[in-house]
């Protein structure tokens, strides 16, 4: 049950687009289509983002996407504003009936 | 609404126990599988354990297993996660999530939990 690996954080100035990776394992990631992100802000809980990959829950902009190749997945946020500084974490459905979390990502808005 | 609302959390000592509970509304519960997830002072999210719809099926991860135990009451509408012989490593915000296609769609505000001497 290792997690999936983040970078631990990344950045952007205002209008920029930026691409978070998330990798895995043919045990995961590679294997399932039950990946998702979700947006964290301080002394908050962690907010739905991006489910089964690509799918956008109603309310999330669509600056928000998400993909997978193999073992990765990524999630680009486009149009880079304030208000996306935060911590985003992706996550998968493991073999075995599991599920695992990344370490996360502190996103910074320059 | 869906609202999730956990409960029962505090300062317990090593080896200890603690029962937390997550009261759901708004929603059918009875249909959905639920998580729980923790999460250490300034640390990441850690799967904990997830539950079926109903109740006859637990996975924890490998960090708990044997130590704690996930149940749910769907006539009450909530789930409990019962946690012994807590170390202190244990410490963390637990969150309850309600599951929908494997994603938690919506979290509770979380229980913090604090294990020490």
């Known amino acids: 049950q290792s997690a999936l690996t983040q970078p631990p954080s990344a950045s952007g100035s205002p209008g920029q687009s930026v691409t978070i990776s998330c990798t895995g394992t043919?045990?995961?990631?590679?294997?399932?289509?039950?990946v998702s992100w979700y947006q964290q802000y301080p002394g908050k809980a962690p907010k739905l983002l991006i489910s089964?990959?690509?799918k956008r829950p109603s309310g999330v902009p669509d600056r928000f996407s998400g993909s997978k190749s193999g073992n990765t997945a990524s999630l680009t946020v486009s149009g880079l504003q304030a208000e996306d500084e935060a911590d985003y974490y992706c996550s998968s459905f493991v073999a075995g009936d599991y599920s695992v979390f990344g370490g996360g990502t502190r996103l910074t808005v320059l | 609404e869906v609202r999730l609302e956990e409960s029962g959390g505090g300062s317990v000592q090593p080896g200890g126990s603690l029962r937390l509970s997550c009261a759901a509304s708004g929603f059918n519960f009875r249909v959905h599988w639920m998580h729980w997830v923790r999460q250490a002072p300034g640390a990441g999210l850690v799967w904990v354990s997830h539950i079926n719809n109903e109740g006859t099926m637990t996975t924890y991860a490998a960090s708990v297993e044997g130590r704690f135990t996930v149940s749910r009451d769907n006539a009450r509408n909530t789930v409990y996660l019962e946690m012994n012989s807590l170390r202190v490593e244990d410490t963390a915000v637990y969150y309850c999530?309600?599951?929908?296609?494997?994603?938690?769609?919506?979290w509770g505000q979380g229980t913090l939990v604090t294990v020490s001497s």
């Open positions: 089964e990959v690509s």
């Open positions: 043919s045990s995961d990631i590679g294997s399932y289509n039950f």
């Open positions: 999530g309600r599951v929908t296609a494997s994603n938690i769609d919506y």
